[in-house]
């Protein structure tokens, strides 16, 4: 079975600021992994995906992730936080060996502060 | 890139009466369509798989009879909320599978009030 966590409903960083968003996960078979973005009243948004070929992946909007498989990790960092990045992040884990169901992480909210 | 449109965006309906959701893959073709439902503040969370020609597969503690799916052709999916109630408001998201089998396309969503 597949699940994920995503540590910290709430992260607060300042404009400028590195954003760390944290998900882990958990899969018996090799997983695609994904990163959706989510605006006030509106659908999600694909940032970025994993799908086991290289491991540190790029994304829309100067965002990246990279999957570590020793850590059962796939954190979604940026160097330098924008107002615009304000929004809800859900971090998203899928098998690979089938095409499934997406079980998704329970999300984090990244708030930017002037 | 793919695209998927849902209508309404948003509907305000009386309690009793009945609401479709449509969902729409607008640049490809998809046998398999989702829909989440998700609470303010909250993670989404799968309702159904909508497969093209056969009837849909729902998660478990979804209502069958409630929630009504049909997916009639390969880019049209729909939800239909029967005799609605206000405890169904909520905002639905559907979503396309794209044919390469693992990457899911979401629609905008739609805002559903019962009054």
């Known amino acids: 079975a597949q699940s994920v966590t995503q540590l910290g409903s709430h992260v607060s960083v300042s404009e400028g600021a590195l954003v760390l968003l944290r998900c882990n996960y958990s899969?018996?078979?090799?997983?695609?992994l994904f990163w959706y973005v989510q605006y006030p009243n509106q659908g999600l948004q694909l940032l970025l995906k994993?799908?086991?070929?290289?491991?540190l992946v790029k994304g829309i909007n100067g965002f990246e992730a990279e999957f570590k498989k020793s850590e059962t990790s796939f954190h979604l960092t940026k160097p330098s936080a924008h107002m615009s990045d304000a929004a809800e992040y859900f971090c998203a884990v899928t098998p690979y060996s089938s095409a499934s169901k997406i079980i998704f992480g329970s999300g984090t909210r990244l708030s930017i502060r002037p | 890139g793919a695209v998927v449109s849902q209508h309404p965006s948003w509907v305000i309906c009386k309690s009793g009466t009945s609401v479709k959701i449509e969902c729409r893959s607008l640049d490809f073709q998809a046998t398999t369509m989702f829909w989440y439902r998700q609470f303010p503040k909250q993670s989404l969370m799968l309702m159904a798989t909508s497969n093209e020609g056969s009837k849909a597969t729902y998660e478990q503690g979804v209502e069958k009879d409630k929630f009504l799916i049909n997916h009639a052709s390969l880019t049209l999916s729909t939800l239909t909320v029967t005799s609605a109630h206000p405890e169904d408001s909520s905002f639905y998201i559907c979503?396309?599978?794209?044919?390469?089998?693992?990457?899911?396309?979401f629609g905008p969503g739609t805002r559903l009030t019962v009054t």
């Open positions: 899969s018996s078979v090799p997983p695609y």
């Open positions: 994993y799908t086991s070929a290289a491991t």
């Open positions: 979503s396309a599978r794209d044919p390469s089998g693992y990457e899911q396309y």
